[in-house]
T-cell receptor
Framework: AQTVTQSQPEMSVQEAETVTLSCTYDTSESDYYLFWYKQPPSRQMILVIRQEAYKQQNATENRFSVNFQKAAKSFSLKISDSQLGDAAMYFCAYRSNNNDMRFGAGTRLTVKP | DGGITQSPKYLFRKEGQNVTLSCEQNLNHDAMYWYRQDPGQGLRLIYYSQIVNDFQKGDIAEGYSVSREKKESFPLTVTSAQKNPTAFYLC?????????????FGPGTRLTVT
């Protein structure tokens, strides 16, 4: 089964600065999907960004962008111009072609004013 | 408004009792999922269903049961056989068509068993 590893249990960033959250995964598949979800204190899971493995171009959504390195099986999330509202748990997720979804253990992001 | 509803938000039960958590979606999604989240941990898959009247076990299905009699509904029963049922439970759904494969989540149910 695929596994997703987030090696940073906690990260901290100064407001308006940039932070990068790491994610690696293990798979033998060539076609799959990757996601970053945000879970604020309300515990509602919110999709931040997604990446299709067949696309070479890194996905971008406003202040959020990814660095997708397929050969290295790495999928990091960069948050630019960090805001107080970005403080949350961030989960990396892998979805295989048979719709099996795996989540990492999460990274707790703190934003300092 | 389209979305996923889970009820109730908080649920309390005595040990030894079965309890059913509700999950309803009006997004016309084919697939539905149940996850368990323990403090400081990620999401672990309990069960998922890709079509009515069919479902598959996830990583931690023991002590849980599900049904999928309608496309919109995917209730989860936590049975007395589940050794540590106290947790936060999240329901999700997704389409199986097109290019949008992300999962949409409900607000969750916090179950406490004493």
């Amino acid at each position: 089964a695929q596994t997703v590893t987030q090696s940073q249990p906690e990260m901290s960033v100064q407001e308006a600065e940039t932070v990068t959250l790491s994610c690696t995964y293990d798979t033998s598949e060539s076609d799959y999907y990757l996601f970053w979800y945000k879970q604020p204190p309300s515990r509602q899971m919110i999709l931040v960004i997604r990446q299709e493995a067949y696309k070479q171009q890194n996905a971008t959504e406003n202040r959020f962008s990814v660095n997708f390195q397929k050969a290295a099986k790495s999928f990091s999330l960069k948050i630019s111009d960090s805001q107080l509202g970005d403080a949350a748990m961030y989960f990396c997720a892998y979805r295989s072609n048979n719709n099996d979804m795996r989540f990492g253990a999460g990274t707790r992001l703190t934003v300092k004013p | 408004d389209g979305g996923i509803t889970q009820s109730p938000k908080y649920l309390f039960r005595k040990e030894g009792q079965n309890v059913t958590l509700s999950c309803e979606q009006n997004l016309n999604h084919d697939a539905m999922y149940w996850y368990r989240q323990d403090p400081g941990q990620g999401l672990r898959l309990i069960y998922y269903s890709q079509i009515v009247n069919d479902f598959q076990k996830g990583d931690i299905a023991e002590g849980y049961s599900v049904s999928r009699e309608k496309k919109e509904s995917f209730p989860l029963t936590v049975t007395s056989a589940q050794k540590n049922p106290t947790a936060f439970y999240l329901c999700a759904s997704s389409t199986l068509k097109g290019d949008s494969y992300e999962q949409y989540f409900g607000p969750g149910t916090r179950l406490t068993v004493t």
